[in-house]
């Protein structure tokens, strides 16, 4: 399968702990994004990265986030002290810049208890 | 701050009903727009995409979508829907290439067979 790849698919963790998940992109692709979905709610938009650089954070993004893709390839979002609000669906996108068509991944689903 | 809305979170139809699903964004400069479409148990696929040229775009499957740029709108159609439709659209703009997308909430669409 050549598509954006991610996992784990489901991650159910304690509140307080630490989770980490990866994005592998489509080869090639230079851009790639993380969105958030939660239920009975489009994707929004968490942050993105051109190669290894990250160019753009949202206000969704608390400290307790942090995403990195440090050789321009994969990409993993952390969350530390994870809290019941986190539990949501976690999407990764790439694109081949100057396309601006963003292919999904299958999302890895995060329930905090 | 862009947004986006869709005007029925869920709507139930017969096959061979024609469909049409409202969009309208709220940036008054120009825009791409796209409609998304999550099938039951897969990731977010994009049925079709606006950027500039002929206001009617032809996606695939039988959708098309027209942007009206005076009415901010962009509407989703099909002339005669089929059970495999049975999905979740999404409406969503940016406002430069590659560029975080904004999401709207998302259409639950039921075809009945």
């Not at chain 1, 968490?46 to 990409?75: C, I, M, V, W």
Request: glycine share 8%.
């Amino acid at each position: 399968d050549t598509g954006v790849s991610q996992n784990p698919r489901h991650k159910i963790t304690k509140r307080g702990q630490n989770v980490t998940f990866r994005c592998d992109p489509i080869s090639e692709h230079n851009r790639l994004y993380w969105y958030r979905q939660t239920l009975g709610q489009g994707p929004e938009f968490l942050t993105y990265f051109q190669n290894e650089a990250q160019l753009e954070k949202s206000r969704l993004l608390s400290d307790r986030f942090s995403a990195e893709r440090p050789k321009g390839s994969f990409s993993t979002l952390e969350i530390q002290r994870t809290e019941q609000g986190d539990s949501a669906m976690y999407l990764c996108a790439s694109s081949i810049g100057g396309s601006n068509e963003q292919f999904f991944g299958p999302g890895t689903r995060l329930t905090v208890l | 701050a862009q947004s986006v809305s869709q005007h029925n979170h869920h709507v139930i139809l017969s096959e061979a009903a024609s469909l049409e699903l409202g969009c309208n964004y709220s940036y008054g400069g120009t825009v791409n727009l796209f409609w998304y479409v999550q099938y039951p148990g897969q990731h977010l696929q994009l049925l079709l995409k606006y950027f500039s040229g002929d206001p009617l775009v032809k996606g695939i499957k039988g959708f098309e979508a027209e942007f009206i740029k005076s009415k901010f709108s962009f509407n989703l159609r099909k002339p005669s829907v089929q059970w495999s439709d049975t999905a979740e659209y999404f409406c969503a703009v940016n406002r430069r290439r590659d560029d975080k997308i904004i999401f709207g909430k998302g259409t639950r669409l039921h075809i009945l067979p």
